[in-house]
């Protein structure tokens, strides 16, 4: 079945760091890659929307200039926290819809800001 | 907006029991998911619903359009079913993203 391969499984970095978490889709070609924060005990929020070729689409709270999306290609989109902080610590997640039969997830990465 | 409500939030079981979720939402879809959250936080993606009832292995996923309501049923629960389960429609009846209920979370007792 169709795979998404998300790096890092978690990361520590230090406040003022910048991180880059990526998406790779490995069977098929994602035009499109949704990307999701899940804060303690909370449900999944959609963050932003990757098109690939195009800007991505950031939801309201959500700022482009901190957390930049490239999708560069059919099969690779990145997140990068830039100049982390401890309130960015969260579980990051992607999302892609091949052939929109259903949704595969990445497996997620857990920031850690100290 | 769709809101989504599912119930309950939290749900412990005894190994071999069968277990009923609910989800309701609020606006008109054509499709809603149930995905698994796993301890660990990966997501597996269970079913798409458009109608009907949907069966695989244990886990059997019925909706109702009309009625804005869906169930999760799980027979002869084990402990390794322990999880978050999450009912997720599209919101305004796109198939863009998902929006996620708070999910249902899930303890089978050996």
């Known amino acids: 079945g169709a795979v998404v391969s998300q790096h890092p499984s978690w990361v520590i970095c230090k406040s003022g760091t910048s991180v880059k978490i990526e998406c790779r889709s490995l069977d098929f070609q994602a035009t499109t890659m949704f990307w999701y924060r899940q804060f303690p005990k909370q449900s999944l929020m959609l963050m932003a929307t990757s098109n690939e070729g195009s800007k991505a689409t950031y939801e309201q709270g959500v700022e482009k200039d901190k957390f930049l999306i490239n999708h560069a290609s059919l099969t690779l989109s990145t997140l990068t926290v830039t100049s982390a902080h401890p309130e960015d610590s969260s579980f990051y997640i992607c999302s892609a819809s091949p052939q929109r039969s259903g949704y595969t997830f990445g497996s997620g990465t857990r920031l850690t800001v100290v | ?110």
Not at chain 2, 2 to 30: D, H, K, M, R, W
């Open chain 2, 1 to 110: 907006k769709n809101e989504v409500e599912q119930s309950p939030q939290n749900l412990t079981a005894q190994e071999g029991e069968f277990i009923t979720i609910n989800c309701s939402y609020s606006v008109g879809i054509s499709a809603l998911h149930w995905l698994q959250q796993h301890p660990g936080g990966g997501i597996v993606s269970l079913f798409m619903l458009s109608s009907g009832k949907k069966k695989h292995g244990r886990l059997i996923a019925t909706i109702n359009i009309q009625e804005k309501h869906s169930s999760l049923h799980l027979t002869a629960s084990h402990p390794r079913d322990s999880a978050v389960y999450i009912c997720a429609p599209p919101p305004g009846g796109s198939q863009g993203n998902l929006i996620f209920g708070k999910g249902t979370k899930l303890s089978v007792k050996p």
